[in-house]
């Protein structure tokens, strides 16, 4: 069976990792638009630069957690193609060999001014030189908002050629990634919606399996690996 899987925070939540929205709509005590745009990042390199460096050293402190090692265990089964929005790396901690980052990686560093990539120092730094062209344009190699996400082609086409959607612990909120499951049910295809709650989008899908992610993702692939 040909599979498609996003995901979202929600499921490195339980590893330890705060979501987007939480409810005073902060990420982490910024406004989204401070650290996540280019304005942003234009405004304030040095601030935009320390934030990243703090959530990549976060990520040194925490471990995949059952789902997504369920979800390796999927792609053993079936030709899953997995899409997360995520920037952290606890898919592939997590077993997952190939995994597509429409929104970028924490762990990768971009030029601006050329466009090469590398992996990030723990440490970035606005007048840190390309290692390519040598021009102190250095940034995180993350999707901000304004800017269009990576692979798009490849997802459409897993979306076009897919058996199975799901989407687990996203809130449905930034396109084009929440309009993947009107997208896949148009085809008639099932697709369920693993969330602890509802959803700005949870219309779109067939069906719904609430819970924490690290309890419905084991038994979501459970149930698809038995028959
Ligand atoms: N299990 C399952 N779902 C969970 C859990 C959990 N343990 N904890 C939280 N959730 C759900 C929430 O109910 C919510 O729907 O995860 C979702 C998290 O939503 P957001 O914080 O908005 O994260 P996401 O949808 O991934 O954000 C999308 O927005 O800021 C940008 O580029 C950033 O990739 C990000 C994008």
């Not at 330890?16 to 005590?29: K, P, Q, V």
């Not at 429409?102 to 601006?112: D, N, Q, S």
């Not at 030189?129 to 490849?154: L, N, S």
Request: glycine share 6%; charged share 20%; hydrophobic share 40%.
């Amino acid at each position: 069976m040909r599979i498609t899987v996003l995901t979202g925070a929600g499921i490195s939540a339980e590893s330890g990792l705060a979501t987007f929205r939480a409810s005073d709509g902060l990420w982490e005590n910024h406004r989204i638009e401070d650290v996540a745009t280019p304005e942003g990042f234009a405004r304030a390199p040095e601030l935009v630069h320390h934030f990243y460096n703090q959530r990549r050293a976060r990520l040194a402190e925490v471990a995949p957690n059952p789902a997504h090692h369920a979800l390796a265990r999927l792609a053993r089964m079936h030709d899953l193609t997995l899409v997360t929005q995520n920037v952290d790396d606890l898919h592939e901690r997590g077993g997952s060999a190939e995994v597509i980052h429409m929104h970028g990686e924490l762990t990768r560093a971009l030029c601006a001014a050329c466009d090469h990539r590398w992996p990030a120092p723990a440490v970035m730094r606005p007048d840190d030189p390309c290692p390519a062209c040598g021009k102190p344009t250095t940034r995180p190699d993350i999707v901000w908002f304004g800017e269009i996400p990576y692979h798009m082609d490849r997802i459409w086409d897993a979306l076009d050629h897919a058996d199975l959607f799901a989407a687990i612990g996203t809130s449905g909120n930034v396109y084009p990634a929440a309009g993947f499951a009107q997208h896949a049910a148009r085809r008639g295809i099932d697709c369920p919606e693993l969330n602890l709650a509802d959803s700005a989008n949870s219309r779109d899908f067939t069906h719904r399996i609430t819970g924490p992610a690290s309890q419905t993702v084991p038994q979501w692939v459970a149930s698809l690996t038995a028959t």
